[in-house]
């Protein structure tokens, strides 16, 4: 057992070293040996922890044990963190993101920093100043992004479960990608702080995992208020989920530009749900079409106004090693809040936010969750759309609406395609109610088996 327990589930992991199974330090050895063997295949990692010394943890917990990878736009205290950037090449933060905190309080460990597109901007990892991340399933694939790397070393049993952000998508499409699960929160039910910012009206910190039970453990813990981030909440008490559920299946969502193999997978994971019980009902979110134009107003507006502070005095040194894209975002969005435009662009699409946001607001009128695809296409070849922004963009159709609204959302495994790439099913439901997602999604893998399935590497 002792050189598989990379393997294991954080839930086995956790249960099996509390029960003496094994040692954390053969836990921990596990998973290095693993790192070694399949980083130079993959590059999920941009800084490893303690990689030499097998590591007995002291510390007690409800998660002792638990080996971690963190998405490296949250702040890790004395481990760099340098959101995959070359200009935080060296940068140490001096404290730690709430939501990493809250994990190592409960004795989870940190085994490493993951790649990501620099300052979690892209859909590919590529835009990473290090160089891109590649697809446990198929290396000449991208593992999706911005937390590409978050969702390959889950893939590949480099961790046990990670961290990663999700501003538009970029916990759900990699998850979908590697073929993981991914938990986007309700915006404002974790912490930001310690998180370098990207847009601060959409970031979401929140899980990837092997199961959807792991995702909800790890989210149990890092949810909740956080006096240093005024826009988190109290998460209010988990209710009762109905056992029979009606589910919104939005046309725009199996509409043109879908990929056929990605509607059909989707459309029989629905059918999966409606054998167990569940009511499967087609529903309108009538302003899909916007949500893209109006997050790429409105997010680089905000990135713009957070980037001012890597001036090169405070944080960053050489503001010419920012990436392509880092530099694309920051004069598109001085461009939609210049004084002559502003009203034009960032004025606007605010306003029609509210209309995206409405039509999931009526939706859940009607229907308990909503299911669709996660991304219109399997994972794409790396090089495919990184000189076409535009096209890379679109990508984020199906994705962004959820950050629009500030809704949960999550990203399950549910089939391959004829060549094998992962697609993933994605649920999502109204504000602060994750349990309906963690409940169904449960649900399905119990009846289904592609989040077991291993890349071979
Ligand atoms: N792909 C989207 C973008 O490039 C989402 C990024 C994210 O969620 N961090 O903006």
């Given amino acids: 057992m002792a050189d598989k327990l990379n393997q294991l589930t954080l839930k086995q992991a956790v249960e099996g070293l509390k029960e003496k199974k094994f040692s954390s330090a053969e836990l921990h050895q596990s998973i290095i040996k693993r790192i070694n063997e399949v980083e130079g295949k993959i590059f999920s990692f941009v800084e490893i922890v303690d990689k030499e010394n097998p590591k007995q943890i002291e510390k007690e917990g409800i998660l002792k044990g638990a080996f971690f990878a963190v998405k490296d736009v949250l702040s890790t205290k004395d481990i760099r963190s340098t959101a995959s950037s070359k200009i935080l090449a060296n940068y140490v933060p001096v404290y730690e993101a709430t ?164 509607k059909n997978l989707v459309s029989q994971a629905a059918k999966i749900l409606e054998k167990e019980g569940h009511r499967l009902v087609e529903i309108s979110l009538p302003n899909t079409s916007l949500a893209i134009s109006v997050y790429y107003i409105l997010v680089p507006s905000e990135i713009s106004s957070n980037m001012a502070r890597y001036d090169g005095i405070r944080f960053g040194s050489n503001r010419e090693s920012f990436e392509n894209e880092v530099k694309r975002r920051i004069m598109l969005g001085t461009y939609t809040l210049e004084s002559g435009y502003f009203d034009q662009y960032y004025l606007k699409a605010a306003k029609v936010r509210n209309l995206v946001k409405a039509d999931y607001l009526n939706a859940f009128e009607k229907v308990d969750l909503i299911l669709g695809p996660v991304s219109p296409t399997p994972p794409f070849g790396i090089g495919e759309l990184i000189n076409n922004p535009l096209k890379m963009y679109l990508s984020d159709v199906l994705t962004v609406g959820a950050n629009l609204a500030g809704i949960p959302g999550l990203s399950i495994p549910c089939g391959f395609t004829h060549d094998n790439l992962p697609v993933g099913l994605q649920l999502l439901s109204p504000h602060f109610s994750e349990e309906i997602l963690f409940d169904i999604g449960r649900q399905f893998q119990q009846i289904t088996d592609w989040h077991k399935r291993k890349p071979k590497l």
């Fill in 99 to 262: 939501v990493v905190k809250k994990l190592t309080d409960h004795g989870a460990e940190i085994i490493g920093k993951t790649n990501c597109d620099a300052f979690a901007f892209g859909a590919s990892t590529e835009n990473s100043g290090f160089g891109p991340t590649k697809n446990p399933w198929n290396t000449t694939k991208v593992p999706g992004g911005s937390s590409g790397g978050s969702a390959a070393a889950v893939a590949a049993d480099e961790c046990l479960f990670s961290l990663g952000t999700d501003t538009g998508g970029s916990i759900r499409q990699p998850a979908s990608f590697c073929s993981v699960t991914g938990l986007k929160p309700t915006f404002g039910a974790c912490s930001r702080f310690g998180l370098l910012a990207m847009a601060s009206s959409f970031d979401c910190p929140g899980p990837i995992g092997k199961t959807v039970e792991d995702c909800e453990i790890v989210f149990d813990i890092i949810k909740g208020k956080d006096e240093k981030d005024a826009t988190s909440v109290f998460y209010p008490k988990k209710k009762q989920v109905k056992k029979n559920l009606v589910i919104g299946l939005p046309k725009e969502f199996f509409g043109g530009g879908v990929e056929n193999e990605v």
